[in-house]
């Protein structure tokens, strides 16, 4: 593998730009930031630091090897790029550096890489070892779940994180199958799904096996948790008048960063059964989409896996809220 070759399109660009394109340099000494907490290959990131030269960047990723392709694409920006290798809610938890973010992204899709050569079974449609960790030095893998998690643990997470109607029917045939042998490929998975669930689901809209790919990957890598933290530690860290941006793929991100976003707007804090406000409470941040933003047609047509993407920005007005 190549590490210049790019396989992943960064979605909703258009939009990302209009909504996060930063303010105009105030003062020499003091460099408008940015923060690309889903690094990827760099898709995102490039477009920004070529329209904006007076931008510093921090580009985050867990992978150090999807990185390694950032790194190779973005070497033309020099210094103006910094690279954290690690998830994001460690990096926002004891933030390294001095300077406040002006604006910070969030793209929380797996990228293309992972599914096409990363060689970790993320994708049902390859035959792959079973692993899903975006780690992959950290972490139980989704191999080790799928061989030692009892049943219904199995059906609660694939109902859970996959939103999955016959998880209870799966989890029984993974455990029935590894009683012979255990799970080593995405392969050996993907067919145990599709003649484990009823023969009209076998044939619908996506493949029976997207689901619950998804819970495991959701559990392997602890996504939805990772997300909770990460985004209300970024939001703390964010300059007042900065803007956070998030593009979430699937409705248990989406529901996270709607009800954080919402909770921040909010001018009284006071609970529902207090008839008036006593807080003397005032909101934080400001939604500046009352729904959510999604990919054109166009986008929709090129880069399918764009379809599902949703993306919420917030402004941050400051960093406390009043309370007597």
Not at 10 to 20: D, F, G, I, N, S
Not at 62 to 85: C, E, H, M
Not at 251 to 277: G, Q, T
Request: glycine fraction near 6%; charge should be neutral.
């Amino acid at each position: 593998m190549e590490s210049e070759h790019i396989v992943h399109i960064p979605v909703m660009v258009t939009e990302v730009l209009e909504w996060l394109s930063p303010p105009p340099l105030q003062k020499p000494d003091e460099p408008i930031l940015f923060i690309d907490c889903t690094l990827g290959e760099g898709g995102h990131s490039e477009r920004f630091l070529s329209l904006f030269p007076f931008l510093n960047l921090v580009g985050i990723d867990r992978d150090p090897v999807i990185q390694q392709k950032a790194r190779n694409r973005l070497k033309s920006f020099g210094n103006r790029v910094t690279y954290f290798q690690g998830w994001y809610d460690d990096f926002f938890s004891s933030y390294p550096l001095e300077i406040r973010p002006d604006r910070i992204l969030f793209d929380l899709g797996i990228s293309v890489f992972h599914y096409e050569e990363s060689s970790r079974g993320f994708s049902f449609s390859r035959d792959e070892p079973l692993d899903m960790r975006l780690d992959p030095g950290t972490g139980l893998s989704a191999r080790d779940i799928l061989n030692q998690w009892s049943e219904e643990r199995i059906a609660n997470l694939i109902f859970t994180y996959g939103e999955e109607r016959y998880s209870r029917r799966i989890a029984r045939a993974i455990v029935e199958r590894r009683k012979t042998r255990p799970f080593e490929s995405s392969k050996e998975l993907a067919e145990l799904i599709f003649t484990s669930v009823p023969h009209e689901y076998r044939h619908g809209r996506i493949h029976p096996a997207t689901r619950t790919f998804q819970g495991l990957r959701i559990e392997v890598n602890q996504e939805l948790e990772r997300i909770q933290r990460a985004v209300k530690s970024a939001f703390q860290v964010l300059k007042p008048g900065g803007i956070l941006g998030v593009i979430s793929f699937h409705s248990l991100e989406d529901r996270i960063i709607k009800n954080l976003f919402r909770d921040w707007a909010k001018s009284c804090i006071c609970p529902p059964e207090v008839p008036m406000c006593k807080c003397g409470g005032y909101p934080l941040g400001v939604v500046k989409s009352k729904k959510p933003i999604v990919p054109g047609e166009d986008e929709v047509r090129k880069n399918s896996p764009s379809r599902s993407a949703k993306f919420r920005v917030i402004e941050k007005l400051r960093d406390e809220r009043f309370s007597t």
